[in-house]
């Protein structure tokens, strides 16, 4: 039985294969809850004051995302922009896996604004 957290063990690992920290994970789960909690017009429900407030299923599926599809930290600042100006446009209806599919659709289109803009920017003798 090992007295480290599964879900630490996993940001160990994750530091050691790419610069991204827990500080940049944990910061994209509670911009996820806080737009989420702004969209359905409630107050943020949780209180930040450590990292143990911020929800184990959702953190644990960011380790996974990020980790399984390698994603890197512009990856993440641009999800993290996303997320910070879409907030005011957003209204969610359903509540039900709300966070999870914000976080996710937020990580696509990121990746994939990040994948266009450099093979943009590699295709262009400019």
């Not at 659709?105 to 604004?113: W, Y």
């Amino acid at each position: 039985m090992s007295l480290v957290s599964s879900t630490f063990s996993n940001l160990r690992m994750l530091r050691e294969t790419s610069d991204l920290t827990h500080l940049h994970i944990d910061y994209l789960v509670r911009t996820t809850i806080e737009t989420v909690d702004f969209a359905l017009g409630r107050p943020t429900s949780y209180l930040f004051a450590t990292p143990s407030t911020v929800p184990r299923p959702l953190l644990q599926l960011t380790l996974n995302v990020i980790h399984k599809s390698r994603i890197d930290i512009p990856v993440i600042l641009v999800a993290l922009i996303y997320l910070e100006r879409v907030r005011p446009q957003f209204k969610i209806s359903d509540e039900r896996w709300a966070c999870e599919r914000i976080l996710i659709g937020a990580l696509v289109l990121a990746a994939k604004v990040t994948v266009i803009q450099h093979d943009t920017r590699a295709a262009s003798p400019f």
